[in-house]
């Protein structure tokens, strides 16, 4: 059975169990092989964005009620925020919403939010025209009042807010929108991720190498490295439906792993260049080869009846055209005689 005609999750499981199927794929395209890393990717980034999805839409009316409860009265007008009072309030055990002159900020275990697992609460600081994220007491990034979903452009308050979202929540259009733009976004940003471990992978291929000799060709590096990534995708994909993140030194484990895998694959590609060299073609090369030489033979004999065939009309028109000669001849003798 060729890789180039097994479908894409039955070479999945073959890349994570079977080291059979690397000799194989040196003898497949690089474009199959593109093309498995882009599915995998893709594959990945789908579970992934359906449980992000899940849980965004499940976390708005906790939210929604957070704004309706624990929020004063607010607008936002042309991406301006103004409050009738200071926004303090702790909206979940990871999310805590407060005004910048609310109270004066120490980003610290106790000084906010009295939390044990301080390093994963997330500050969310409302400024005038931006909201500025902070976690782990270092500002990450900020949003622009304009650049969040709103009902409307122009000016909102607390009320219309909290309306639109739960009305959003509701939406199918929207929960498949949000999953579309969790989907792509994901498959760029994981595709890209993967790459570099792409480049590690090929890395360890060339070192790992120098035990075994095999020659293999830039384009072979690609495809190893690209089947190699098949358990690690899966790794990495049930972390983060499990456990919601990547664990501390899973990352380290999954790399062992696939340097194993490297090596065990270079093993297995040098034993069937072994074999090939000691007992000759696979069986199923055999058959193609016996395959392509009844095809010559066969194309071989037909050439030869069509130049018998060519040699025989050959003659028969040369043969034509000497007796139509002779008669040609025999006709001027006639009428020569008769003259006389």
Same mark, same amino acid.
């Given at each position: 059975m060729k890789s180039s005609k097994t479908g894409f999750?039955?070479?999945?499981?073959? #890349?994570?169990?079977?080291?059979?199927?690397?000799?194989?794929?040196? =003898?497949?395209?690089?474009?199959? !092989?593109?093309?498995? &890393?882009?599915?995998?990717?893709?594959?990945? #980034?789908?579970?992934? /964005?359906?449980?992000?999805?899940?849980?965004?839409?499940?976390?708005? %009316?906790?939210?929604?009620? !957070? $704004?309706?409860? =624990? &929020?004063?009265d607010f607008e936002i007008n042309n991406g301006i925020f103004s409050s009738t009072e200071p926004v303090d309030a702790k909206i979940s055990?990871?999310?805590?919403? *407060?005004? +910048?002159?609310?109270?004066?900020?120490?980003? /610290?275990?106790? #000084?906010?939010?009295?939390?044990?697992? &301080?390093k994963q609460v997330v500050f969310a600081v409302i400024n005038e025209s931006s909201i500025d994220l902070y976690r782990k @007491?270092? +500002? #990450?990034?900020?949003? +622009?009042? @304009?650049?969040? $979903?709103? %009902? =409307? !452009?122009?000016?909102?308050? =607390?009320?219309?807010?909290? /309306?639109?979202?739960?009305?959003?929540e509701e939406s199918y259009l929207a929960r498949l929108f949000v999953l579309m733009a969790f989907t792509i976004s994901l498959f760029v940003v994981y595709g890209m991720y993967r790459c570099w471990f792409l480049l590690f992978y090929m890395t360890t291929i060339f070192f790992v190498n120098f035990i075994f000799f095999n020659k293999l060709r830039f384009r072979d590096y690609i495809k190893i490295s690209?089947?190699? /990534?098949?358990?690690?995708?899966?790794?990495?994909?049930?972390?983060? *439906?499990? !456990? +919601?993140?990547?664990?501390e030194g899973a990352a380290f484990i999954i790399m062992l792993i696939s340097t194993l895998y490297t090596y065990y694959a270079l093993k297995t590609i040098k034993l069937d260049s072994i074999l090939l060299t000691a007992f000759g073609d696979t069986p199923e090369e055999k058959i193609v080869n016996a395959i392509t030489k009844a095809q010559e033979e066969l194309q071989r004999q037909i050439n030869e009846l069509e130049a018998e065939e060519k040699r025989k009309q050959e003659l028969k028109d040369k043969k034509n055209h000497e007796n139509s000669k002779d008669n040609n001849e025999d006709d001027n003798n006639d009428e020569n005689k008769g003259d006389h």
């Open positions: 999750f039955r070479k999945l499981i073959i #890349s994570m169990t079977d080291m059979r199927l690397y000799p194989l794929i040196l =003898k497949e395209s690089i474009f199959s !092989a593109l093309g498995f &890393f882009c599915k995998l990717v893709l594959l990945f #980034s789908i579970i992934l /964005s359906i449980g992000i999805t899940a849980d965004f839409f499940d976390a708005i %009316p906790e939210y929604v009620e !957070a $704004v309706e409860n =624990k &929020f004063p055990s990871y999310l805590y919403i *407060c005004t +910048k002159d609310a109270r004066d900020i120490e980003f /610290s275990g106790d #000084s906010i939010i009295n939390t044990e697992d &301080f @007491g270092d +500002k #990450s990034s900020y949003m +622009k009042f @304009g650049q969040v $979903v709103l %009902p =409307k !452009a122009g000016e909102i308050d =607390k009320q219309e807010l909290v /309306s639109y979202w739960n009305d959003f690209i089947y190699i /990534s098949g358990l690690p995708v899966i790794l990495e994909l049930l972390s983060f *439906c499990i !456990a +919601k993140f990547l664990p």
